[in-house]
């Protein structure tokens, strides 16, 4: 695993989800501690207001939890844009609640060093 502390490039990782609940975990579960301190980073999820367990399932993984909570319904631009809003990351990337990494050191190194655009 590569250790890119000397780097300090803090990754935000946002998700934004709806009724996820089937696929989500998968997702957020791929993001251990470990390669959470290797590669910086803190995961987002934001919510457009889950009637199922996705809310429950991302508590258990997000370092930050944004819950829509408005009478109109959030599409996924605005989920993105809600998440990001509230990260504190150098670099945000965004994720589908569905999307799994094959290689996640792999991703995580050509991104660093400008290989992934």
Same mark, same amino acid.
């Given at each position: 695993?590569?250790? +890119?502390?000397? /780097?300090? =490039? =803090?990754?935000? #990782? ?16 791929? *993001?251990?501690?470990? @390669?959470? @301190?290797?590669?910086? #980073?803190? +995961? ?15 508590? =258990? ?8 909570? /408005? ?5 996924? &631009? ?8 509230? &990260? ?5 990337? *965004? +994720?589908?609640?569905?999307?799994? @990494?094959? /290689? #996640?050191?792999? *991703? *995580?190194?050509?991104? +660093?060093?400008?290989? #992934?655009?």
């Amino acid at each position: 695993m590569h250790d +890119l502390s000397g /780097d300090n =490039k =803090k990754i935000s #990782i946002i998700i934004p989800s709806l009724n996820e609940e089937k696929l989500i975990e998968r997702s957020l579960s791929q *993001f251990t501690s470990e @390669i959470k @301190i290797a590669y910086n #980073i803190e +995961l987002t999820v934001s919510d457009g207001g889950s009637k199922d367990s996705t809310i429950e399932i991302a508590k =258990k993984y997000a370092d930050r939890l944004i819950i829509h909570k /408005d009478n109109f319904p959030q599409n996924i &631009s605005q989920g993105r844009n809600a998440g990001a809003k509230n &990260s504190p990351g150098d670099v945000l990337i *965004f +994720l589908n609640a569905d999307t799994c @990494i094959r /290689d #996640i050191d792999f *991703f *995580f190194k050509e991104m +660093l060093n400008g290989g #992934i655009g």
